[in-house]
């Protein structure tokens, strides 16, 4: 159990480096015209979640982030949830069950780990 942890992790910390390369590409490829919210995959939403972007709204970063998601503490319409509030995300989202379903799989992808 421990190896996969660190092997989730290393992985992780290897994903960091491409973020910047990664971030411009979304802002360039992304931005609602109506709003100018520049829309995250939802990959990148649970990165983004992971790393702590969204603390101010409750979601906790790193191994907590993880221990949440296992015990079901925090879903799919959480993150979306909190990408709102912060901006990332348009408000009609919340309601998109593809965007919901491809950040469960995305979560489930992590608690696998």
Do not use: C, W
Request: hydrophobic content about 40%.
């Amino acid at each position: 159990m421990k190896r996969l942890v660190l092997g989730s992790l290393g992985t992780l910390l290897i994903a960091t480096a491409t973020t910047p390369v990664l971030a411009s590409e979304i802002a360039a490829n992304s931005t609602t015209s109506r709003n100018n919210i520049v829309e995250v995959q939802p990959f990148n939403l649970v990165y983004l979640g992971y790393q702590g972007y969204f603390a101010d709204q409750g979601i906790p970063s790193n191994a907590a982030f993880i221990s949440a998601i296992k015990s079901k503490r925090i879903t799919a319409k959480d993150l979306v949830a909190s990408a709102i509030a912060r901006g990332r995300l348009s408000p009609e989202t919340i309601n998109d069950s593809t965007y919901l379903a491809h950040v469960n799989t995305q979560l489930f992808n992590l608690d696998k780990d």
